[in-house]
């Protein structure tokens, strides 16, 4: 039934302009590849997020690489029996790449992963993988201003990071690395909401985060136009 629906959503956004030929197999992929799994602290199923990415994404590029990829972002970091090769046997070169950039080392510590984002984002990643990633952060920093207004402080104990504070380092760091995609409205929604959640109590202090985030955003601003 989800299938259907989400097959139905993206054949009348999409499939009518004859754009998007690989998106159709890409959502029965990722549906397929997600099946059971739910968002942390919730009983939604997961493929509710990729999709939400690939829309996202979609309202800054119709690129159909770029597209294929946001579903299948978290295929291969969070489906067992997937790898890279798989998407490139399936969905090409391109989409793989995408995927690959998108995907965490699961290896690793929560830090060492997160300090790697941050740092990609800031020096290395193209583009085009700034706009899935900036789909796939919006999406996931939406969530939690929705469930933070509902849960407050009790949010973060559905992480594997419970620390509030590492939590904002993450979301903040990645401010930086998004900037050159400031033309967008998601790059500003990002901003705002990352501001939202992630401000102390103390008013002095919230006006400080408040501010220098809002001088990154008037920063990138400015030297894009």
């Known amino acids: 039934m989800l299938y259907d629906y989400l097959n139905n959503y993206f054949t ?15 959502v029965i992929y990722a549906t397929n590849a997600h099946n059971g799994q739910t968002r942390k602290g919730t ?3 997961f493929i509710i997020h ?13 690129d159909q690489d770029m597209l294929c990829a946001a579903v ?3 295929v ?3 489906c067992d029996g997937i790898s890279i090769e798989d998407i490139r046997r399936e969905f090409g070169n391109v989409v793989a ?24 984002l800031k020096n290395r990643a193209s583009r085009n993988a700034k706009i899935i990633a900036l789909g796939d952060k919006l999406a996931n920093i939406r969530a939690l201003y929705r469930d933070y207004n509902i849960l ?5 104990e559905r992480f594997n990071m419970k620390d509030k504070k590492m939590q904002g380092w993450y979301y903040r760091g990645m401010i930086e690395g998004f900037a050159d995609l400031s033309e967008f409205h998601e790059y500003e929604e990002y901003c705002q909401l990352v501001n ?5 109590s103390n008013t002095k202090e919230k006006r400080l985060i408040s501010q220098t985030l809002l001088n990154v955003c008037k920063i990138s601003l400015f030297i894009r136009f």
């Open 43 to 45: 009983n939604l199923p």
């Open 196 to 200: 939202e959640v992630f401000l102390k």
């Open 152 to 156: 407050g402080e009790k949010l973060w």
């Open 50 to 62: 990729p999709m939400e990415v690939a829309a996202i994404v979609a309202a800054m590029t119709l």
């Open 97 to 120: 790449s995408y995927v690959y950039q998108e995907s965490e080392d699961k290896s690793k510590t929560w830090v060492e992963r997160k300090g790697h984002t941050i740092d990609f």
């Open 12 to 26: 009348l956004t999409y499939f009518n302009k004859g754009v998007f030929q690989c998106l159709k197999k890409a």
């Open 76 to 78: 291969v970091e969070d």
């Open 72 to 74: 299948l972002h978290d």
